[in-house]
């Protein structure tokens, strides 16, 4: 595969092999997408192609994004991405790059971002062991010591305690094509990938 895709996640089901086996899938919307730029060695000092996704209102963009795609006579879109490659020779500005680029069989890497959880405690966070739950214990659910005593005196940076959790960029590597819709541009790939339905994703 050249370049990659962005798309969307759709969702989760399942379908069965010829052996009557359960194979879990995901279902992807991706694309089509448009070439919106071409960096070269000579003025980017690498080689790279970047592509847009998701027309959206140009009231929803920046003057300097709408004087970014108008220069190439681009639609207003609502995401942009870089994908270095190795030639430039293939393409051009204002290709419409779609699913027929990929083949069933072919093993991708997707990106996303894993589902926000919020602010977190410390046994979801770092599964941490809870404290008795006996009676007249006050540690269930407390974080207990955190420093190291009077030496060195203070608290280590990045120790492991409550905040946030999740919402965090995640590739999962060699995911298989099962099979291709070039006319609704769907993609179904075995296994699960990061995000909620509706999340951007990304593949190559």
Known sequence: MSIGLLGKKVGMTQIFSNTGEAIPVTIL??????????????LHGYKAIQIGYSAISKN???????????KVNAPPFKYLKEYKIKSISNFEIGQIITVNQLKIGDLVNVSGYSIGKGFTGYQKRHHFSRGPMSH??????QPGSIGAGTTPGRVFPGKKMAGRMGHKKITIKNLQIVDINSDKHIVIIK????????NLISII
Do not use: D, F, V, Y
Not at 60 to 70: A, I, R, S
Not at 136 to 141: E, I, L, M
Not at 191 to 198: E, T
């Open 29 to 42: 919307q991706l694309g089509p997408c448009m070439i919106t730029q071409i960096k070269n060695t000579e």
């Open 60 to 70: 929803n963009l920046t003057q300097p994004q709408l004087g970014h795609l108008n």
């Open 136 to 141: 007249g214990s006050k540690n269930h659910r």
């Open 191 to 198: 296994g699960a990938i990061p995000g909620k339905p509706g």
